[in-house]
């Protein structure tokens, strides 16, 4: 997982509060992608549209998210 987002993202070095992030999001992916249901808060600039854009690159065929992003609005 470490892997697959350095190669994709170019990540090379991350800091504070990006490291606590990266970890977060990497255990929710991990989750995500054995199939366990996973709930996850993280800040603004945290990293959550990675939960559910890695898994959909890793995986064969089409993912579908469902985001309640219009409420922000």
Request: with cysteine; aromatic share 6%; net charge positive.
């Amino acid at each position: 997982m470490i892997h697959f987002c350095k190669k994709c993202y170019n990540i090379c070095t991350l800091k504070g509060q990006e490291r606590q992030n990266f970890i977060i999001v990497c255990i929710l992916t991990t989750n995500i992608l054995r199939g366990r249901d996973s709930f996850g808060v993280l800040p603004t600039g945290g990293g959550k549209s990675v939960c559910f854009q890695v898994p959909a690159m890793m995986r064969e065929g089409i993912a579908i998210v469902g985001t309640p992003l219009i409420a922000l609005m």
